[in-house]
Structure formats: structure tokens, C-alpha cells
């Protein structure tokens, strides 16, 4: 089945602890992106990457590392900078290149961070 | 103002009943919309693109008028198992990025 994988489905930190989040596709897909979603409010975009070994700051980076050393992979780092981290973090795939135009994203299962 | 703007309900209606989103942005320039399902604590799901001539799929219908800059997703014949946020989505013009609404929650009772 092609999909897109997140893991872990929970996880607890201490504040000032830095913690790496998981993000594979196997769609075939170039584009990624991260996104965190507090409750009741809309998905707020941390990074992306349109191509391996490239990856851009979304609007709300500060706090947040990412690398794409691979196309079906892109982790991200949640860092002690990170002042409110807990939150629900989604990672997205699409087809987008400059040529397809195709928008669609397709989210994994998410993390659920909290920050103890 | 917004990029896009959604009314977040609650929307309450019986089952069987016709229901109808909307939703504005901002940039006349935009040229995907998507309207997204997602249930509570679960990621979002594409429920369907939105084309320049109107779409529809079984109970959902999709429009999008340019003029007013505004999308609507319409329900048919409400199931208990729509009850969910409806995201409405929008391209970020000239990019890949989407911008995505805060959602509407619809719950459809028995």
C-alpha cells in the first residue's frame, strides 16, 4: 500500500529536550512539508521541500529543523528553541513539481507532542 | 483579513438534511481549491477538488465562483458518518503551498 507514515502516534518530552519526529512516503512524491495544528485552529505550516537535499522555512520555522538527505524521508527536530511545542504535527506529500502543478497533499497519521 | 475564511460552526442538522459550507479568500489569483475532511484527533483527507465548473461526487457538490471569490461544499441526504470538520483550501499563487481555513464542524444527529 502507498502511503505516508508517521511515527510516533505519541510522544511525551521534558522541557529542554530536543526530539526528532518521522515522515516517510513511499507515493513518490518530491514535495514535503510539515505542519503543526493547535486545537481549534488551522494547519500551520513549519517547513517543506520541493527536492532532495533542499528544503524551505514555512511560517512558523523558528524552534524547528528539518533534512531531506532522502525523497521518502524528512524528519523533523523539534528543538528546546521551540517555546510552545506541544501540538499536533502533520507531515504532507505531494506530486507538485514546476511542470505537474499538482497541489494535492496527502497527510500521514500525525504525532501527537506533548511537552511535560 | 484571512487568505481564507470559513464560518466554524457548529453546524447541528438531523440526519437526511441538505447542508452547505462556504467559504472566501482573499488572492483573486488562486487556482487550486480543495475541500478537506478531517475527524477528530485524525489527519485531514482530500474529500475533493473543486473545479472552475463545479464537481460533484455522489451526495457532494463543489462550486467555486471567481467573481466572489468564494468556494461552497453542499451535502446531500446527511449521514451520522459525515459529522466531521470540513478544511477549505487554497493554493498559495505562484507556489506549491496550500493554505488551509480553520474548518467548519459539522455534526449530523439521529
Known amino acids: 500500500d502507498g502511503g505516508i507514515t508517521q511515527s510516533p502516534k505519541y510522544l511525551f518530552r521534558k522541557e529542554g529536550q530536543n526530539v526528532t519526529l518521522s515522515c516517510e512516503q513511499n507515493l513518490n512524491h518530491d514535495a514535503m512539508y510539515w505542519y503543526r495544528q493547535d486545537p481549534g485552529q488551522g494547519l500551520r505550516l513549519i517547513y517543506y521541500s520541493q527536492i532532495v537535499n533542499d528544503f524551505q522555512k514555512g511560517d512558523i520555522a523558528e524552534g524547528y529543523s528539518v533534512s531531506r538527505e532522502k525523497k521518502e524521508s524528512f524528519p523533523l527536530t523539534v528543538t528546546s528553541a521551540q517555546k510552545n511545542p506541544t501540538a499536533f504535527y502533520l507531515c504532507?506529500?505531494?506530486?507538485?513539481?514546476?511542470?505537474?502543478?499538482?497541489?494535492?497533499?496527502?497527510f500521514g497519521p500525525g504525532t501527537r507532542l506533548t511537552v511535560l | 483579513r484571512k487568505e481564507v475564511e470559513q464560518d466554524p460552526g457548529p453546524f447541528n442538522v438531523p440526519e437526511g438534511a441538505t447542508v452547505a459550507f462556504n467559504c472566501t479568500y482573499s488572492n483573486s489569483a488562486s487556482q487550486s481549491f480543495f475541500w478537506y475532511r478531517q475527524d477528530c484527533r485524525k489527519e485531514p483527507k482530500l474529500l475533493m477538488s473543486?473545479?472552475?465548473s463545479g464537481n460533484e461526487d455522489g451526495r457532494f457538490t463543489a462550486q467555486l465562483n471567481r467573481a466572489s471569490q468564494y468556494i461552497s461544499l453542499l451535502i446531500r441526504d446527511s449521514k451520522l458518518s459525515d459529522s466531521a470538520t470540513y478544511l477549505c483550501v487554497v493554493n498559495q499563487v505562484g507556489t506549491d503551498k496550500l493554505i488551509f481555513g480553520t474548518g467548519t464542524r459539522l455534526q449530523v444527529f439521529p
Open positions: 473543486v473545479y472552475s
Open positions: 504532507a506529500s505531494s506530486a507538485w513539481t514546476p511542470s505537474s502543478g499538482e497541489n494535492e497533499q496527502f
